[in-house]
């Protein structure tokens, strides 16, 4: 026999167990997993009143473990009450406000915040920061501001006879970003963000970097103010999770801000928590489970935002534009995390509830005939949830 015919029949034999074995592997991963979904299945015993219940079902996507829920359940407890009793050294009131900050944060989802100048924006973004020793860039948006000023911009060093390039970073490079008065600068720079946003990442001469994780815009902008000033695209506003309003405080909270040192005398609040605890968290949001039937009614309620698709004459004649694929999939996430805010095992219909507005009323449009009624986005949304029932 030629030798080059037994190398090749050498080779086929060697193939062949390697094949049977990569099939033996598979076979036997195949029925560990089978046999640990049939415990899981027969498996009756409650779980603990102290302990959350992170099991999927069948449908749900699947997600990263967590290592031991009801420790984190235990420290998301103490983190609740570790948590207002900080913030409240330099914010009175908005414990609303305060809330959604936490569920955007544990999304990872950026933030759109309304309101007029004076309601400690900035300072409530920075605490945030402190409290969980974050990073924290604030960028003053203006008409002449340029990408650049946001990505960064290389320069042209020299060193003896030498030249070379050097990558100075933009204030995009922290954990949590302000972005004051976003509708003051133009598109181009606005556009600048849409990349860091979606993608955690900028392209500087032709040179992708990776931004620091995690990494969460806040931006505000000012309601008075309509001249000099860029309104942002619908593909922008639909990559923030919320779009939070923040109205006036209560006349006795007002009482009790005045009463407060100015933001220049506050002392900085002392960091509480790591910022590992972010991720640990956000671990803990995937895994809570969400009815079919809950999922179901949201996509139902989306669909009805939409003048093509809804049986609502209201929303045909007042809606440009409805919520789009987008806005579902925020309300399971963002529903996800306030119910782990709350110590909930499982998606309620009042999480749901909670976090529609935020979600919805930057992605809902109203058309001329809506703003002439006086009909605002937050109306139409609270006027579907009546007639739109939880199943």
């Known amino acids: ?15 062949k167990r390697v094949q049977d074995f990569a099939n033996l592997r598979l076979s036997l991963i195949f029925k560990f997993r089978s046999s ?15 302990s959350m219940d992170l099991t999927q079902d069948a449908e749900s996507q699947s997600v990263e473990a967590v290592t031991d829920p009801e420790q984190l359940h235990q420290e998301l407890l103490e983190f609740s009450s570790k948590f207002k009793d900080s913030i409240s050294q330099v914010i009175i009131g908005q414990q609303e406000i305060l809330d959604q900050l936490v569920v955007a944060l544990f999304c990872r989802g950026h933030v759109l915040i309304t309101g007029v100048p004076g309601l400690a924006k900035t300072l409530l973004i920075r605490s945030l920061a402190q409290l969980f020793h974050l990073k924290f860039n604030r960028i003053q948006c203006t008409p002449d501001l340029m990408p650049s000023d946001i990505t960064g911009v290389e320069i042209l060093e020299e060193s003896g006879t030498d030249r070379s390039f050097r990558f100075i970073p933009g204030p995009v490079f922290t954990n949590l970003l302000l972005a004051d008065e976003i509708n003051r600068t133009s598109p181009r720079t606005q556009a600048a963000l849409l990349q860091a946003m979606q993608e955690q990442e900028v392209t500087v001469s032709g040179q992708t970097r990776t931004l620091e994780d995690p990494f969460i815009v806040f931006a505000t902008q000012n309601p008075i103010d309509s001249e000099g000033t860029y309104p942002l695209p619908e593909a922008q506003l639909d990559r923030f999770l919320f779009n939070i309003d923040i109205r006036y405080p209560a006349e006795a909270e007002e009482i009790e801000i005045a009463k407060l040192p100015s933001t220049f005398d506050a002392s900085p609040l002392e960091p509480i928590f790591e910022p590992e605890l972010i991720s640990r968290f956000q671990n803990l949001v995937n895994a809570v489970p969400m009815g079919s039937h809950l999922v179901e009614w949201v996509v139902h309620f989306i669909r009805e935002t939409r003048p093509e698709q809804s049986r609502f004459n209201e929303v045909q004649e007042l809606v440009e534009w409805g919520a789009g694929v987008r806005a579902s999939q925020n309300i399971v996430r963002a529903a996800r995390a306030r119910a782990v805010l709350e110590g909930s095992s499982a998606v309620r219909p009042e999480h749901i509830r909670a976090i529609l507005l935020p979600v919805l009323r930057h992605r809902i449009i109203l058309n001329f005939s809506a703003e002439a009624e006086q009909w605002t986005t937050d109306r139409l949304i609270e006027w579907l949830i009546e007639r739109i029932p939880f199943s």
Do not use: F
């Open 1 to 15: 026999m030629k030798p080059e015919l037994l190398k090749v029949q050498t080779l086929a034999r060697h193939a």
């Open 36 to 50: 640990r979904l049939t415990v899981k299945k027969k498996s009756i015993h409650p779980p603990s009143r102290h």
